[in-house]
């Protein structure tokens, strides 16, 4: 059995919006995520979504995020 996937969120410094950790840039005031950014968990993982589009699959199998801290 393979581990469940989950995504991240990062919340913009800019407007406060949490975005989904695939977006580079924030959905609600067009924002660019910079490193000051950090990856974060949902509060509780249980009720996160789990992924199961085979594209983002892919990119969570892909490797390590340089700037995600749970992937370091």
């Known amino acids: 059995m393979s581990e469940r996937q989950i995504e991240m969120t990062w919340r913009c410094t800019m407007c406060g919006y ?8 924030c959905q609600s005031c ?3 995520k910079d490193a000051s950014e950090k990856y974060e968990m949902p509060a509780d993982t ?3 979504r789990t992924v ?10 892909g490797g390590a995020n340089w700037r995600c801290p749970y992937c370091r």
């Open 30 to 32: 067009g924002d660019a």
């Open 46 to 48: 249980r009720k996160a």
């Open 18 to 25: 949490q975005n989904l950790g695939r977006h580079t840039v």
């Open 52 to 61: 199961t589009q085979p594209s983002l699959l892919a990119i969570a199998r």
